[in-house]
């Protein structure tokens, strides 16, 4: 029985810390400003059914333009102009990783989403007045985006709540804005799901070490 006891007295020191920040950070999130939080305070939500600009769309022959293979074929607008989308594979969620060429449907050459047009792309979904400070293309995982498998664009905004905006580089595609606030809930939840290696999930070893530790906790304090 007193080792019992002992075990129920460690296993309390140990998961009395993750348990306050757990129910810390879960009080915080429900007291916080959610609309703030969202990090969309200057996005503009572009309308894909706009009119394309005059001129008839290019017929291409994609096998001049790649050789890889074709899954499906989409016709999107980019800064009012059409533009074709080849997916070279087909993933369950936008964010995993993908294969993609865009080709532009009025001259049919093959187009890469250089700084310029990842500027441009950025300036149209932000309604607010700050300029654009950097744009950076990043190869590697992002902190902002922990889910994110492909290469995207960031474009910095000089604003109060420094507005970053995310293009995905194969398709030109909004992946999201995010400013301070939405970072600190992002942190929130980080920390309240224990997600130390940022991956965006609650399914980790941390998670489910301490839910065994609290299980055990509160198997030795019955027998107790």
Sequence with gaps: MNLIIKWHQYLALVVIAPLLIWLGTGLTLNLM?????????????LNQQQVFVQ????????????TKPILKIELIQLLS?????????LTAH?????????????TGNKINIDQQFAIALAQRSYSGEAPPMT?????????DLNKEQNWVW???FNDLN???VYIRANSGEIIAHVNDNKRFKNLMLRLHFMDFSNVGSFNN????????????????????
């Design 81 to 89: 102009k059409p533009y074709y989308l080849l997916h070279h594979q």
């Design 135 to 143: 744009a950076q293309l990043l190869k590697s995982q992002v902190a």
């Design 162 to 164: 420094n507005t970053a």
């Design 55 to 66: 001129g008839e769309l290019k017929p291409v022959n994609f096998t001049q333009i790649t």
């Design 154 to 156: 960031q474009v910095n």
């Design 205 to 224: 070893w941390q998670n489910i070490l301490f839910a065994l530790l609290l299980f055990s906790l509160s198997v030795t304090g019955i027998i107790w």
């Design 33 to 45: 400003d959610h609309s703030a939080a969202s990090g969309n305070d200057h996005k503009v939500n």
């Design 94 to 106: 936008n964010y995993f990783k993908s294969d993609k060429t865009l080709v532009n449907a009025l």
